[in-house]
């Protein structure tokens, strides 16, 4: 299975600013994913990034907010624009490879 | 809309104490269903797919089984360090993402010694 490490592992913000997280795969993958998982919520996934093309993001999930690049095969990133309390959550990303597996995920605070 | 759910929030078993989880979804179509295993501060680990009704997969303890409505996740004779809580996934066929798991909120599962 595919190894997955994301940076920062946690971070503690204030409200307004924005934070990108990193996420370094192991192989090259075709498909990135990027979940949040807020506090006693289900998992949700926010947007897939393929290398090459424009992310494509989930109902309720925008551009302006998650911004994504994927510049290559084996790395990806996501930014929390514009922070608010209720962006407080752990985002996780996630590729398939035969089956899907998540990093360890950041875990974000937002004052 | 696809939906999972997952009984009990929370599971309390002694060491030993055989038990089952239960994951109810509702899906226009079904691609797959997964378990996965996640303890505090990680996440989530992959245990299993099923994709048809009346298959079955066991790892260890723990067997999967899933109907056309339900997935249990059978866990035998646990032992503490088979403590965490345990999250059920759906993947739909069609849609605007191949492969988007829709997730329950989980069973947060303690095993006492």
């Known amino acids: 299975s595919a190894v997955i490490s994301q940076k920062p592992s946690r971070d503690i913000c204030q409200r307004g600013t924005s934070l990108t997280i990193q996420c370094q795969v192991d192989?090259?993958?075709?498909?990135m994913f990027w979940y949040r998982q807020q506090p006693g919520q289900s998992l949700t996934l926010i947007a897939t990034a393929n290398q090459g093309s424009e992310a494509t993001y989930e109902s309720g999930f925008v551009i302006d907010k998650f911004p994504i690049s994927r510049p290559n095969l084996t790395f990806s990133t996501l930014t929390v624009s514009n922070m608010s309390p209720e962006d407080s959550s752990i985002y996780l990303c996630?590729?398939?490879?035969?089956?899907?597996?998540f990093g360890p995920g950041t875990r974000l605070t937002v004052l | 809309e696809d939906q999972v759910t997952q009984s009990p929030e929370a599971l309390r078993l002694q060491e030993g104490e055989s038990s089952s989880l239960n994951c109810s979804y509702t899906?226009?179509?079904?691609?797959?269903l997964f378990w996965y295993r996640q303890d505090p501060g990680k996440g989530p680990e992959f245990l299993f797919t099923l994709y048809s009704a009346g298959e079955e997969k066991e790892k260890e303890r723990l067997k999967a089984t899933l109907t056309k409505k339900e997935s249990f996740l059978h866990i035998t004779a646990p032992k503490p360090e088979d403590s965490a809580t345990y999250l059920c996934a759906v993947q739909a066929v069609g849609g605007g993402s191949n492969y988007k798991l829709t997730f329950g909120k989980g069973t947060l599962l303690t095993v006492n010694p």
């Open positions: 899906v226009s179509g079904l691609r797959g």
């Open positions: 192989s090259q993958v075709t498909m």
């Open positions: 996630s590729v398939v490879q035969h089956e899907q597996f």
